[in-house]
């Protein structure tokens, strides 16, 4: 059974640009959330998809946008980086539209200069 | 709003003890899930134990129980017998139809 994998773990952007970050769910699962953890910080619900819907979100503005796609992987885009938006970005696979047990990748570290 | 309060930033024990950690939540609603998570150092979050509000009996997996408290919407994890792998930071969730909410998180460390 293969664990949620996140892509890049590590990358630094300057503010403006815009960055894409990449997760692949757990074996079997349908439904994908990301959250953002400044540091020293509990995590902060960004959106969650199930079946390639965006069915919740959290208090982020529009330049933070997703997708999910066919096969369950997801992506997470930000624009117009702000240097607020450095953080770790943590993806989490769970079954099904209901919040069930999340599975969590390592993340990816963004540094926003 | 719903909000989650962890009001330990940082707590430690000697291996083989039994810690509690805190945790209080606000909401008006009456059909909610709380969860607790621990993020080792290696920074993957794992899921510790969960418990469904309309459930009055508390969860216990092996070490680790609830004392979940509805009327006073507290929700506490104790950890019997501490061992040095539960190093790690707790974040109680708190989970309403279709939005989570972590706390802030505690920092326990299990000393030798």
Known sequence: ?113 | AQTVTQSQPEMSVQEAETVTLSCTYDTSENNYYLFWYKQPPSRQMILVIRQEAYKQQNATENRFSVNFQKAAKSFSLKISDSQLGDTAMYFCAFILDDKIIFGKGTRLHILP
Not at chain 1, 75 to 89: H, K
Request: aromatic share 12%; glycine share 10%.
């Open chain 1, 1 to 113: 059974e293969t664990g949620v994998t996140q892509s890049p773990t590590h990358l630094i952007k300057t503010r403006g640009q815009q960055v894409t970050l990449r997760c692949s769910s757990q074996s079997g699962h349908n439904t994908v959330s990301w959250y953002q953890q400044a540091l020293g910080q509990g995590p902060q619900f960004i959106f969650q998809y199930y079946r390639e819907e965006e069915n919740g979100r959290g208090n982020f503005p529009p330049r933070f946008s997703g997708l999910q796609f066919p096969n369950y992987s997801s992506e997470l885009n930000v624009n117009a980086l702000e240097l607020d938006d450095s953080a770790l970005y943590l993806c989490a696979s769970s079954l099904g539209q209901s919040w069930g047990e999340l599975f969590f990748g390592e993340g990816s570290r963004l540094t926003v200069l």
